[in-house]
């Protein structure tokens, strides 16, 4: 995988400014950001099929909406699991604070909440274990959905598995580098931030296309590398 690649070839095309910027202003807006999601797959589509210059244009806006919008409802049904495990502690601690109030009820208030509580430190393991799992698995799904296009391509686990054992160094690779340069970039952006925020006005906006600039290019960047990494699986 060409690393370096995947950092500086945004700034390689003639029209990045405009590419990127229109990117920018497109994720700020509310529901018309799932067309930036779907320009991230066009991104990673042109990459794994070796286009030289990636960086989608902004025509055909339409599929990249829907592409975005099909990766928004999947991630409603992978968001499920999360909402019940929320639910179930929390209906057991308000139901203790309810008993609470019944001098009859005082044990069954205080089991209550003891087995509240102990589900409420299950839902932080399980939150750190789900999470843990999305972030790997997401970026298969991603390619798998970039090549095929259709809803039930972000359900394909087995496939997705496979995908990821049959090609682990470079998708390790592309997942590891991916997550340290949106920490590097995040900390130097808020650095960034953090100074400009003490100018009045001027440095609030500059504060703010900076942030906004920094989350676009490690999105740009996480593309390129699955782009590669697609690339090579391809070929695998």
Avoid at 153 to 170: D, M, Q, V, Y
Avoid at 183 to 211: D, E, H, R
Wanted: with cysteine; aromatic share 12%; proline share 4%.
């Amino acid at each position: 995988m060409d690393i370096n690649k995947a950092f500086t070839y945004p700034f390689e095309d003639k029209q990045w400014i405009s590419k990127l910027g229109m990117g920018a202003i497109i994720g700020l807006i509310p529901i018309l950001n799932f067309a930036w999601t779907g320009y991230m797959v066009g991104l990673l589509r042109n990459v794994s099929n070796g286009e030289a210059e990636p960086l989608p244009n902004w025509d055909n806006i339409e599929k990249k909406f829907m592409d975005g919008l099909i990766l928004a409802a999947a991630g409603l049904v992978y968001g499920l699991p999360i909402l019940i495990l929320i639910c179930l502690p929390m209906s057991m601690l308000i139901a203790s604070g309810m008993l609470s109030g019944d001098s009859n009820l005082q044990d069954l208030s205080q089991i209550t909440g003891v087995i509240g509580g102990a589900l409420s430190f299950l839902l932080v393991c399980g939150f750190l274990i789900y999470g843990l799992f999305l972030t790997i698995a997401y970026p298969a799904i991603l390619v798998i959905f970039a090549r095929e296009g259709t809803f039930a391509a972000c359900f394909k686990f087995r496939e997705a598995i496979n995908l990821i054992s049959r090609n682990s160094g470079p998708f390790f690779t592309a997942w590891g580098i991916s997550i340290l340069a949106g920490l590097v970039v995040g900390f130097v952006a808020s650095g960034v931030t953090a100074m400009l925020g003490w100018i009045p006005c001027l440095g609030w906006i500059v504060a703010l296309i900076v942030s906004v600039g920094t989350t676009v290019y490690t999105m740009v960047v996480y593309a390129h590398l699955f782009g590669q990494f697609s690339a090579l699986a391809a070929r695998n």
